[in-house]
């Protein structure tokens, strides 16, 4: 498989310990994350060559945060340096009936003051098959978009496959401005993921009985908008995700691959949360990696659901999971027991 090079913000997480909410806590966990960077720390887990690419401050903070990327075997040569801060996000873990919250510092950051010039497009794209970008970058100032839209656009040039989670983000900007810039990037995408809300707010593509927060999941209603999708954007293929939310520590979770006019459902894994943040991303990255190595339509949304119901057993944003841990779990082995 190709290199997957992915393009975003990093930024640091923090979080209370357990889940004390913020008024209890006297400390905060730390944790570097970004959508993109959720996904190729993933892809580099299951062994794919991956290339990070953000603008970061330059000094110690920022090292330690890439130091984490190297650890995990994500490469950084091309990240660019420049600006004064990173982007900062609060994370209080809900519980039960209680939802998680998430507090954005975000504005002013050095990716979100970046021009396209300030990256090395052709040593970024040399040797590249994928380029992974997320609605959450254009949204980062009045600026990206123009970057973004360039980016894919010059990925396409070289024949690089371009994947996006939408990824819509409400604390970010209005579904008009989302609607506004997403709509030239899409045309640009080969797979775009997406879930139900992402569709309507961002496109304003809607199907009738498509709800899941009422637990209503009418199949057909998601064919439907993934085929407007494929129909208006010209898109190879969409993939849904699929989040049945009983509570905020038990969710039903699964997806939805359209691809050549026929969909195929993974099937639904009941999940005890841990930390659901990065679950979007690594289901992105369990599509990719699929994808990459042409896994069969069913195999592959089998694939991307079960990495992601994993990770949602993990603290913090990353997937851990490897290939050989996965396809157990999409073999059907999903008991839980200690392995000796």
């Given at each position: 498989?190709?290199?997957?090079?992915?393009f975003?913000?990093?930024i640091?997480r923090l979080?209370?310990?357990?889940?004390?909410?913020?008024?209890?806590?006297?400390?905060?966990?730390?944790?570097?994350?970004?959508?993109?960077?959720n996904v190729l720390?993933?892809?580099?887990?299951?062994?794919?060559?991956?290339q990070?690419?953000?603008?970061?401050p330059?000094?110690?903070?920022?090292?330690?945060?890439?130091?984490?990327l190297?650890k995990?075997?994500?490469g950084?040569s091309n990240?660019a340096?420049g600006?004064?801060?990173m982007?900062v996000?609060?994370l209080e873990?809900?519980?039960s009936?209680r939802?998680s919250?998430?507090?954005y510092?975000r504005?002013?950051?050095s990716?979100?003051?970046?021009?396209y010039?300030d990256f090395?497009?052709?040593n970024?794209f040399?040797?590249?098959?994928y380029?992974?970008?997320?609605?959450?970058?254009?949204?980062l100032?009045h600026?990206m978009p123009?970057?973004?839209?360039?980016?894919c656009?010059?990925?396409n040039r070289?024949?690089?496959?371009?994947?996006c989670d939408?990824?819509?983000?409400?604390?970010?900007?209005?579904p008009?401005e989302?609607?506004?810039?997403?709509?030239r990037?899409v045309?640009?995408?080969h797979t775009l993921?997406?879930n139900?809300?992402?569709?309507d707010?961002?496109?304003?593509?809607?199907?009738e009985?498509?709800?899941?927060?009422s637990?209503?999941?009418n199949?057909?209603?998601y064919?439907?908008?993934?085929?407007?999708?494929?129909?208006l954007?010209?898109?190879e293929?969409?993939?849904?995700?699929?989040?049945?939310?009983?509570?905020a520590?038990?969710n039903d979770?699964?997806a939805?691959?359209?691809?050549?006019g026929?969909?195929?459902?993974s099937?639904?894994?009941q999940?005890?949360?841990?930390d659901r943040?990065?679950g979007?991303?690594s289901?992105?990255?369990g599509?990719?990696?699929a994808l990459?190595?042409?896994?069969?339509p069913?195999?592959?949304?089998?694939?991307?659901?079960?990495a992601?119901?994993?990770?949602?057993?993990?603290?913090m944003?990353?997937n851990?999971?490897?290939?050989?841990?996965i396809?157990?779990?999409v073999a059907?082995?999903?008991s839980?027991?200690?392995?000796?």
């Open positions: 498989m190709k290199q997957v090079v992915g975003g913000d990093f640091l979080s209370p310990p357990g889940y004390l909410r913020f008024m209890q806590a006297s400390s905060f966990d730390i944790n570097y994350t970004g959508a993109e960077a720390v993933s892809l580099s887990m299951m062994g794919v060559d991956t990070f690419v953000t603008r970061l330059d000094g110690d903070v920022s090292q330690a945060a890439l130091s984490t190297k995990h075997g994500v950084v990240v340096f600006g004064e801060r982007g996000f609060y873990k809900g519980a009936q939802p919250k998430i507090v510092d504005k002013f950051t990716i979100a003051e970046a021009r010039e090395d497009w052709d970024i040399s040797g590249a098959g380029f992974h970008i997320t609605g959450i970058t254009p949204a100032s600026t123009d970057v973004c839209i360039r980016a656009e010059e990925a070289r024949g690089i496959i371009v994947t939408l990824n819509y983000r409400k604390n970010m900007w209005t008009d989302a609607k506004s810039v997403m709509e990037i045309p640009l995408v993921i997406a139900e809300e992402d569709a707010k961002v496109l304003g593509i809607r199907s009985g498509t709800d899941v927060v637990g209503v999941i199949r057909e209603g064919i439907d908008v993934a085929r407007q999708i494929c129909e954007y010209g898109t293929q969409v993939a849904v995700t699929l989040r049945k939310s009983l509570s520590s038990d979770w699964g939805m691959l359209y691809t050549k026929k969909a195929y459902f099937r639904t894994y999940v005890r949360i841990v943040v990065g979007g991303d289901f992105a990255a599509l990719i990696y990459g190595h042409d896994f069969d069913q195999h592959a949304v089998e694939y991307a659901a079960a992601s119901c994993l990770k949602q057993t993990m603290e944003d990353f851990l999971s490897t290939p050989e841990e396809e157990r779990l059907g082995d999903g839980g027991r200690v392995r000796r």
